[in-house]
């Protein structure tokens, strides 16, 4: 009697557990899917809802003979609800397995959406484990208005650079900067290539024909700063001012007309990276660097977290490299440390690292950023398209376009000329200090700077972030044509 009363409760107790998972796993009992955006107007599927990833642990293998590469994405993250089902953001290849927490999970599909139900909900705080096991061939996105990026496969290898939509092609990520998180990389490629990535190089090991190269990159870092790139690389490494640096040549341009101004560009590091910390607070991250690849149609730089990439086209004189050194490595700063929150507010990473140049240009005795700023604003006229974009919010379609750079830069001359030299570089300094490694907005920048020069600006802002049309200035310098301009940052990101 006591055996089968035991064999019915426990039949009983086990009918209830299996209906509370399958609620659980199917958003009953208080357990829902995570959201399939992060909430970015502009994107609005980037990203996903109801968890935040610590890190990302990327285990991939790349074949430059057929463009394959193979990966496992070991996915460690933190629940944010109570979830029943999550997104990860992945484009293109193809998934050989999937688990959760190492149990099998099913899986849909659906453009760029993968959809994961673990067997079991996961608690809001729980930590969770994703294994994703996929391979495939990369494909280099054609964006009608970003031109070329992601991956670009080389003669040699790949690279891979571009925002805002480039990690979904080549992992599963929760691809939005508001959800940073810490990586390592292990590349494996057949031995004589080199791999270089973000953070720092801490080991390689070869074993039957093929070479593993594993960096690690501690500090958060936003999904579309992450980079990887394989071929033939000269790379010189060595530490200034208690910063470990990188950088990577392709071996067939120093021969080249571009050569001697990437050399000249690459040995100022740590003086920019100096310059810099003088102005904005100590630099953020432990390792710099900078990366630079003989293609033909890479047509743009991109501040990937520690180590940038830049065009070879932008070493054509000793002024235009540094330029590009200084924009970029400004960025690590702005961009890459302080990212945005939301897409609509990117003239905080390219309005900031453009005024950086100004401030360079100073240093170099080459113009001052009021000499800079009057002949830009001589250079367009009332009626010019120039001044018809609103900058603080200028929409998916015109994100890297040229006025969020320039106007970017001008509107923090005018914030200067408002608050006074001293108010205006407590402003820049604090916001890098304040809200380092921190997800970013518009409003929060504008809150910050009233409270630093105890002055009301929201005239001034509204007025050059979203107002079309050429603001009044007073008294404006109107520069000669021969005024040190630097050149502009066409194709920079």
């Known amino acids: 009697m006591l055996r089968r009363t035991t064999v019915v409760l426990t039949s009983i107790l086990a009918m209830l557990l299996s209906t509370a998972q399958g609620a659980q796993a199917h958003g009953g009992g208080g357990f829902s899917p995570g959201a399939p955006g992060i909430g970015d107007a502009y994107y609005p599927l980037d990203g996903n809802g109801g968890y935040d990833v610590r890190h990302y642990d990327l285990d991939i293998g790349y074949t430059p003979a057929t463009d394959v590469l193979t990966g496992v994405a070991t996915i460690s993250a933190r629940a944010t609800q109570n979830l029943s089902a999550f997104n990860l953001d ?24 993968l959809t994961v139900t673990p067997r079991h909900g996961l608690r809001k705080g729980r930590g969770f484990t994703v294994v994703v096991r996929y391979d495939g061939v990369p494909q280099t996105i054609d964006d009608p ?14 690279i891979m650079a571009g925002q805002p939509d480039v990690a979904a092609t080549w992992y599963p990520v929760n691809d939005h900067p508001k959800d940073k998180a810490s990586y390592t990389i292990r590349t494996t490629v057949p031995e004589g290539l080199e791999v270089v990535s973000n953070g720092a190089l801490t080991g390689t090991k070869t074993r039957r024909g093929l070479t593993t190269w ?17 071929g033939q690389f000269d790379i010189t490494s060595y530490r200034s001012g208690g910063i470990r640096y990188w950088d990577a040549v392709d071996p067939d341009l120093p021969g080249s007309s571009y050569g001697p101004f990437i050399k ?24 710099s660097g900078g990366i630079v690849d003989d293609m033909e149609g890479l047509g743009f730089a991109l501040e990937t977290q520690t180590r940038p990439i830049y065009s070879k086209y932008f070493f054509t004189s000793a002024d235009n490299g540094a330029g590009v050194v200084v924009h970029e490595l400004a960025h690590q700063w702005y961009g890459d440390s302080l990212a945005v929150g939301r897409w609509q507010d990117i003239w905080l990473n390219e309005g900031f690292a453009t005024y950086a140049e100004w401030l360079w240009t100073e240093h170099e005795g080459q113009g001052t950023p009021q000499q800079i700023f009057d002949a830009s604003y001589a250079d367009f006229p009332a009626d010019h398209p120039f001044w018809q974009l609103k900058i603080g919010d200028p929409g998916p379609v015109n994100l890297f376009d040229y006025p969020v750079y320039l106007r970017g830069a001008m509107t923090l001359q005018v914030l200067r000329n408002r608050v006074g030299d001293d108010a205006f570089f407590r402003i820049v300094r604090g916001w890098a200090q304040t809200r380092k490694g921190d997800n970013v907005t518009t409003p929060e920048f504008i809150a910050f700077a009233e409270r630093v020069s105890r002055q009301q600006l929201d005239d001034l802002f509204d007025t050059w972030l979203f107002t079309p049309g050429r603001p009044e200035v007073a008294s404006p310098a109107r520069a000669s044509a021969d005024s040190a301009a630097p050149a502009a940052p066409e194709l920079r990101r």
């Open 214 to 230: 594993t960096w690690d990159a501690p500090e958060p870092m936003a999904s579309y700063l992450v980079t990887v790139n394989v």
């Open 90 to 113: 992945f484009e293109g290849l193809t998934i050989r397995s999937l688990t959760v927490d190492g149990k099998a999970a099913a899986y849909t599909r659906n453009g760029g959406e």
């Open 264 to 287: 000249s560009a690459f040995d100022r590091h740590p003086e920019i990276n100096g310059f810099l910390a003088d102005v904005f607070g100590p630099y953020p991250f432990r390792t």
């Open 145 to 158: 208005n970003l031109g070329l990026t992601g991956i670009f496969h080389t003669d040699d290898g790949m």
